[in-house]
Protein backbone atom coordinates (compact mmCIF):
# COMPACT_ATOMS: atom_id res chain seq x y z
CA UNK A 1 0.00 0.00 0.00
CA UNK A 2 1.60 3.64 -0.61
CA UNK A 3 0.26 7.28 0.06
CA UNK A 4 0.01 9.28 -2.67
CA UNK A 5 3.44 10.77 -2.60
CA UNK A 6 4.82 7.02 -2.52
CA UNK A 7 5.82 6.61 0.75
CA UNK A 8 5.57 3.03 2.58
CA UNK A 9 4.52 3.88 6.37
CA UNK A 10 0.95 4.51 6.11
CA UNK A 11 0.64 5.69 10.24
CA UNK A 12 -2.77 6.26 11.53
CA UNK A 13 -3.55 9.45 13.66
CA UNK A 14 -6.19 11.28 14.88
CA UNK A 15 -6.96 14.98 14.63
CA UNK A 16 -8.52 15.47 17.76
CA UNK A 17 -9.37 19.26 16.83
CA UNK A 18 -10.81 18.51 13.63
CA UNK A 19 -14.60 17.88 13.43
CA UNK A 20 -15.51 15.64 10.36
CA UNK A 21 -18.47 15.92 8.12
CA UNK A 22 -21.49 16.53 10.58
CA UNK A 23 -19.43 17.19 13.76
CA UNK A 24 -18.05 13.63 14.09
CA UNK A 25 -14.82 12.08 15.66
CA UNK A 26 -12.44 11.33 15.61
CA UNK A 27 -11.00 12.08 12.62
CA UNK A 28 -7.90 10.11 11.16
CA UNK A 29 -5.50 10.00 8.58
CA UNK A 30 -3.67 7.61 7.26
CA UNK A 31 -4.21 4.24 7.07
CA UNK A 32 -3.92 1.45 10.05
CA UNK A 33 -4.00 -1.56 7.56
CA UNK A 34 -1.02 -0.86 5.70
CA UNK A 35 0.70 -2.72 8.54
CA UNK A 36 -1.52 -5.85 7.82
CA UNK A 37 -0.70 -8.76 5.84
CA UNK A 38 -3.12 -8.54 2.36
CA UNK A 39 -3.82 -11.75 0.39
CA UNK A 40 -6.49 -10.02 -1.88
CA UNK A 41 -4.96 -11.89 -5.02
CA UNK A 42 -5.85 -15.56 -3.49
CA UNK A 43 -9.32 -14.27 -4.15
CA UNK A 44 -9.06 -13.02 -7.23
CA UNK A 45 -7.07 -16.82 -8.32
CA UNK A 46 -9.82 -18.45 -6.57
CA UNK A 47 -12.42 -16.59 -8.73
CA UNK A 48 -10.69 -17.59 -11.79
CA UNK A 49 -10.52 -21.20 -11.17
CA UNK A 50 -14.13 -21.33 -10.57
CA UNK A 51 -15.27 -19.84 -13.65
CA UNK A 52 -12.79 -22.01 -15.46
CA UNK A 53 -14.64 -24.96 -13.59
CA UNK A 54 -17.86 -24.04 -14.15
CA UNK A 55 -17.22 -23.02 -17.72
CA UNK A 56 -15.53 -26.22 -19.22
CA UNK A 57 -18.16 -28.48 -16.63
CA UNK A 58 -14.93 -30.13 -14.87
CA UNK A 59 -12.17 -30.15 -13.11
CA UNK A 60 -8.84 -32.25 -13.59
CA UNK A 61 -7.37 -34.25 -11.17
CA UNK A 62 -4.40 -34.14 -9.90
CA UNK A 63 -2.01 -36.23 -7.41
CA UNK A 64 -0.83 -32.85 -6.04
CA UNK A 65 -4.48 -31.33 -5.16
CA UNK A 66 -5.50 -35.10 -3.63
CA UNK A 67 -5.93 -35.06 0.26
CA UNK A 68 -3.82 -37.63 2.01
CA UNK A 69 -3.62 -38.36 5.51
CA UNK A 70 0.56 -38.92 6.54
CA UNK A 71 1.38 -42.13 7.96
CA UNK A 72 1.77 -40.66 11.14
CA UNK A 73 -1.11 -39.09 11.58
CA UNK A 74 -3.01 -42.28 11.51
Known sequence: MYGIR???RLTE??????DGYGGAK???VGNGAYNQFQLDV??????VLYAGAKYSGKVAPS????????????
Do not use: I
Request: aromatic fraction near 4%.
Open 26 to 28: PVR
Open 63 to 74: RSARCSTSPSMR
Open 13 to 18: SQLEWL
Open 42 to 47: LGEVAA
Open 6 to 8: GER
